[in-house]
């Protein structure tokens, strides 16, 4: 194999059985991680769970209390910040107010072995790329948040550091702009090819961004997968619930892949647990995971259901839905619009849908009120 490509399949990060205390408290337990090559990748968690504490130690700024980080292939676990190989970019812009933009930029390039000219170059090319080619000349007073934002990008990117971090870098930006910049960041991150681990609490953000997403719970690793398998087979109830909206259902384990919810018996294919005969059991179903049109008398679980209450957001719709043959319980569901109009689902209206029990988790009762 060539060297090349034996660099290329190095990890570019390995995090090795951390461990962080804070005196009596435990922010990190028995995290192990492994980063790869030019990924993207999110620690998703509610305030707390320790997301920021890990990058922090990535970074240096914090010192672990076990374990260990390599960088390609290198331990780094005991060296300074100041001797990483990394970029940050934070919440709080942190550009120096008394720069111009192109100073800021050039920040880290002016104590190197650069020429003036190379700099000057090194910061347009930066400029350009963070759609700011005319900035340079500018104090950061005189840029919006979001543009602030795209120069701590380019200034984390000057020296072509091996990583990339980002703690909550859209969180102090409004909606329009943090969606916007989103896909400026993911765009930027891609063309450059840096592997690049981002802190947040927004899972709509950790969806849209991540090659991957590490899910993060009181200290510990809930679950690392991509969007799609964290979203469609959360390892957890944490995570189910974390990570997009969810229905619960109480129900029953009859023995296998059978489970009794009210008056149905469901055959769930994605459970993957051991259930006792008769344990109590929570099933979680996507807000999506119902079928409404088409329906005939032999459809799988199909049933009817009575409209509670429907909410209005738009081209999307969530309905609130209550049905005997589920012994009472209570759905959301989304429908589009259209399939609003063209069911004619509104409040007080019963209405027949099937459950795609196909796509059903189930989980211990238990494990989802630990
Ligand atoms: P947030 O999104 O609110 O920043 P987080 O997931 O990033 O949350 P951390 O900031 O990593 O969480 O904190 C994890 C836990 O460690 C929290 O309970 C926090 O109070 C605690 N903690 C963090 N830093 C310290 C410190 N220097 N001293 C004591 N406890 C700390």
Redesign the pocket.
């Known amino acids: 194999m060539l060297a090349g490509a034996l660099d290329q399949a190095a990890p570019a990060l390995e995090i090795k059985g951390i461990h962080k205390n804070?005196e009596n408290?435990s922010?990190l337990r028995d995290i192990d991680l492994t980063v790869r090559q030019g990924e993207m990748l999110c620690f998703l968690?509610p305030?707390?769970?320790?997301?920021?504490?890990l990058l922090r130690i990535i970074a240096g700024l914090e010192t672990q209390t076990s374990g260990s980080i390599v960088q390609s292939g290198r331990d780094i676990s005991w060296l300074p910040a100041s001797e990483r190989d990394y970029g940050i970019v934070f919440q709080s812009y942190a550009l120096f107010p008394n720069l111009t933009i192109a100073e800021n930029v050039a920040y880290g390039l002016v104590n190197g072995k650069m020429r003036k000219a190379e700099i000057q170059a090194r910061v347009a090319e930066l400029l350009a790329m963070a759609g700011l080619p005319t900035a340079g000349g500018k104090y950061p007073s005189q840029l919006s948040g979001g543009q602030q934002q795209r120069v701590a990008l380019a200034r984390a990117l000057a020296t072509n550091p091996g990583l990339l971090l980002l703690d909550e870098p859209l969180s102090a930006l409004d909606a329009t702009v943090r969606v916007r910049l989103r896909a400026e960041i993911r765009r930027l991150q891609k063309q450059v090819g840096i592997t690049t681990i981002m802190?947040t609490?927004d899972q709509e953000e950790a969806l849209s961004m991540s090659d991957r997403i590490v899910v993060m719970n009181h200290g510990v690793i809930e679950q690392v997968g991509t969007p799609m398998e964290i979203y469609e087979r959360p390892a957890s109830p944490f995570v189910a619930n974390f990570v997009g909206k969810v229905n619960v259902l109480r129900g029953q384990a009859l023995g296998g892949k059978r489970f009794r919810v009210g008056k149905m018996e469901i055959e769930c294919e994605a459970s993957e647990g051991s259930f006792r005969l008769g344990e109590d059991v929570s099933l979680y179903l996507r807000p999506e995971d119902r079928v409404a049109e088409h329906l005939e008398a032999g459809t799988p679980y199909r049933l009817g259901v009575l409209v509670n209450k429907v909410e209005f957001l738009g081209g999307l719709c969530i309905a609130e839905v209550s049905a005997e043959a589920l012994g009472g319980q209570s759905l959301g569901l989304h429908f589009s619009l259209n399939q609003m109009h063209d069911l004619g689902i509104c409040e007080g209206r019963r209405i027949d849908i099937a459950l795609r029990a196909s796509r059903i988790r189930v989980f211990s009762t238990g494990r989802d009120q630990a």
């Open positions: 804070f408290f922010a968690g305030s707390g769970c320790g997301k920021t504490t802190v609490h």
